[in-house]
Every structure is written in structure tokens, then in C-alpha cells.
């Protein structure tokens, strides 16, 4: 049960990261999204202080996904992710680029279109 939430927690921090990216071929898998995403799971439900392994996941993920494609496909799987776990709190995955320092010219939502993401 708690994998499954971390899962998708994950996922919705990768999309974040995944709207981000140029449109080509994508090369960026969802077993890397959810495992870069994972330790971030109990900062997305619960809030409070956000643990240096999920940073290091989120900027990982940002820099791998650098291109358009990659940026979608990480999206659709933190989308898919998170929609299995209940209790992420969409303000906490809206803060969590920010206090990893990464900055995204769009707003992290729920109901993001992953097809406009762009890098």
C-alpha cells in the first residue's frame, strides 16, 4: 500500500517536470519517473519538510527529461501515478519545483494536458 502511494505521488512530480520538455522521441521511462519520484511520496501527502533524496529524484528527473517528448512521457506517467494514491495534497506537488529550485513556466496541476507540455 504505501509503494502504491509513493508511486503515484511520484507521478505527479514527474509531470510537473515532464511539461517541461522539447517534442521528440521520448527516452524517459515510467519505472524512472516513479523512482526518482518515490522518496517524495510522504512530502506530497503530508506536506511539511521536503527530504533531500526527493529533490535530488525531482532534479535528476528534470535534467534527463530534456526534450519535449520526455517531458510528456513523464506527465503521463506521474499522472497515472498519482491518480492510484490517495491523500497528495495538490498544494504541496505545486510547491515542490519551487523547493527543489527548479523553476517551470507552468503551474503543476492535476488536470495539466500532458500533450502541450512543452521542453
Excluded at 505527479?12 to 522521441?25: N, Q
Aim: with cysteine; net charge positive; glycine share 6%.
Amino acid at each position: 500500500m504505501a509503494g502504491s502511494v509513493a508511486l503515484k505521488l511520484t507521478s505527479a512530480v514527474v509531470a510537473m517536470v515532464v511539461l517541461l520538455a522539447p517534442a521528440t522521441e521520448a527516452a524517459v521511462t515510467c519505472g524512472q519517473v516513479v523512482s526518482s519520484l518515490a522518496p517524495c511520496l510522504n512530502y506530497l501527502i503530508n506536506g511539511g519538510n521536503v527530504p533531500p533524496a526527493c529533490c535530488s529524484g525531482v532534479q535528476s528527473l528534470f535534467g534527463t527529461a530534456a526534450n519535449t517528448a520526455d517531458r510528456r512521457a513523464a506527465c503521463k506517467c506521474i499522472k497515472q501515478a498519482a491518480a492510484g494514491v490517495s491523500g497528495i495534497k495538490q498544494a504541496n506537488a505545486a510547491a515542490l519545483p519551487a523547493k527543489c529550485s527548479i523553476s517551470l513556466s507552468f503551474p503543476i496541476r492535476a488536470d495539466v494536458d500532458c500533450d502541450k507540455v512543452r521542453y
